[in-house]
């Protein structure tokens, strides 16, 4: 019996070793992987790379992971949401297979680039079937030699300049083109999560996001979110923004769920992990008092998101 449990013994070690070698090297990859791909993910402004619900993983332009998982909680029998921000590669391979992760880079990559799936046709399926290159055909143009050569004209040339101006002027001219391609992919953003929760909001009517002297920021039961602003010059005069390009003017999306989860946690506290709800009301009196203060200090116009009435440009 001793002899049994000590193979047994043997076995799991070896394999809590081989775990462990494993989520380094993977770890490792991954890192190079979003290394080598940072520059492209920031100007894409981040990816979703899986939507599947109730399953959901992100990547943010900081390169943190945004998971979302659900779970039937056995004290109420409900199902339960969590969002979690993954910060660190050797986590996220803890929680997803190395290979669905890539699958999901390039599935993801494909579908915003417009491109149809990936054929299944791969060579590690031909080396399953135990089928040699020398065996196999094509039939018209390589797919994947069509593909790389549809992605490369699509990217964008070099741009040169003769002198310190021109140099200048056209990156001033680069920023305000991909600060288009950002506001844009915001606007996508803010679609699918009204597309995602259009089944939800209804049952619980409008929601107030933000409330201030200058902004009012509602989540409706029906149209998504919708806003009232003043400019800083537009007289005083409120401009109502509804459509999600309009919006991206002056939110930025991430501050923009971060406040519908505060104001979801402040008016549902069971929502929100225990003491989240408390941590929302320290935080509603923090900007009570700070609202009341007057200690003479002048206010400087800005807001929880930032906006403050001013365009995010």
């Given amino acids: 019996m001793d002899s049994h449990n000590d193979l047994l013994g043997e076995l799991a070690s070896d394999a809590a070793l081989e775990r462990s070698d494993f989520i380094v090297q993977a770890t490792e990859q991954l890192r190079r992987f979003l ?44 199902w339960v949401s969590e969002t979690e921000v993954i910060e660190s590669a050797s986590e996220l391979v803890e929680l997803y297979n190395p290979a669905d992760i890539y699958a999901a880079f390039a599935e993801a990559a494909r579908e915003a680039a417009g491109l149809g ?57 680069l920023a305000l083109e991909y600060q288009e391609r950002s506001q844009r992919s915001e606007a996508r953003l803010l679609d699918q999560f ?19 002297e200058d902004e009012r920021l509602t989540l409706t039961a029906t149209d998504g979110f919708r806003a009232e602003v003043v400019p800083e ?46 941590e929302v009301e320290a935080e509603s009196q923090a900007e009570a008092d700070e609202e009341a203060d007057d200690d003479g200090d002048e206010d400087d116009g800005t807001s929880r998101n930032g906006s403050g009435g001013l365009p995010r440009e």
């Fill in 35 to 78: 290394d080598h791909h940072k520059d492209r993910i920031a100007v894409l402004g981040g990816l979703t790379l899986i939507d599947e619900e109730p399953d959901y993983l992100s990547i943010a332009p900081d390169l943190s992971f945004r998971s979302r998982s659900r779970y039937l909680d056995d004290l109420t029998g409900e």
């Fill in 117 to 173: 799936r990936e054929p299944t046709a791969t060579d590690d399926l031909l080396d399953s079937a135990m089928v040699g290159p020398e065996e196999s055909f094509t039939v018209g143009p390589d797919p994947y030699a069509a593909a790389a050569d549809e992605w490369a004209a699509g990217q964008p040339e070099p741009v040169e300049a003769d002198d310190d101006e021109s140099a200048a002027r056209r990156l001033y001219d």
């Fill in 194 to 212: 009204e597309a995602a929760s259009a089944n939800l909001t209804p049952r619980l009517g409008d929601l107030i996001v933000v409330d201030d």
């Fill in 233 to 278: 010059e537009g007289n005083g005069e409120w401009r109502t923004l509804q459509t999600p390009e309009e919006l991206v003017e002056f939110y930025d999306p991430t501050d923009v769920f971060g406040d519908l989860a505060d104001a979801l946690a402040e008016a549902w506290p069971s929502v929100a992990p225990e003491g989240a709800a408390g």
